[in-house]
């Protein structure tokens, strides 16, 4: 089952970058026309197709079944964002920041599944768990995971309209470096050289690490989007 997900997560992107830049101008006025309120259920489908996706891989490195396997996961979250969003908009009414909030979770966690993914995915591909290519397996999925954080957070968590302004990309990569070496440093010192997690396998040591990392820099990042990079 894990060669069938990267089987299929490869011919997925094969695809894509067999695309022209018409196909991609097309798909992107196709969901920026899509009604407001049906456009964030549209993304949080995607959001959740993919998250599940990628959480299924990195359940099944670190042996832990799942009911239903990858079908609960892909089918079962993109539900449960939904629900949520419809939540975040009732909020709305009392509080005028939950749907934003709504957003952010989602499209929050499709970031940590993709960052998560890309380090299992690294680890398991290398046989590796520890020592010093852990920095740099890390550093590769939290960047991709960063990147995709920059694009939904720009462009569908705070709405932030307009190309990227230097000063905005600036702060923004600066901001990232900042917390790419903070979550570096927590992988690497907990699979590395802290002895709290002997009793635990080294595929969930490292996850472990990877939590504790991601709980440290998610609100960095939080802040940083919301009054630094994209404020208004």
Known sequence: MINLIIWTSASAIKFFISLDKKYYLNTFYFVIMIPVKRRDYFLAVIAGFFTG???YFIFRHVDIEIPGGIVSLSAGLPVLWILGLKLAKILAKR???????GRFVVAGFLNTSIDFGILNLLSFKFG???GKPIILFNVIAFAVGVTNSYLWNKYWTFKSEGKPRISEAAMFVGMNIIWTAVNTSIVFFITTFSDLFKSFSPPEVENIAKVIATAVSLFGNFF??????FKK
């Open 224 to 229: 940083g989007l919301k009054f630094l990079v």
């Open 53 to 55: 996706l990628f959480s």
């Open 95 to 101: 509080f005028s920041w939950s749907e934003q909030f």
């Open 128 to 130: 590796i768990y520890s």
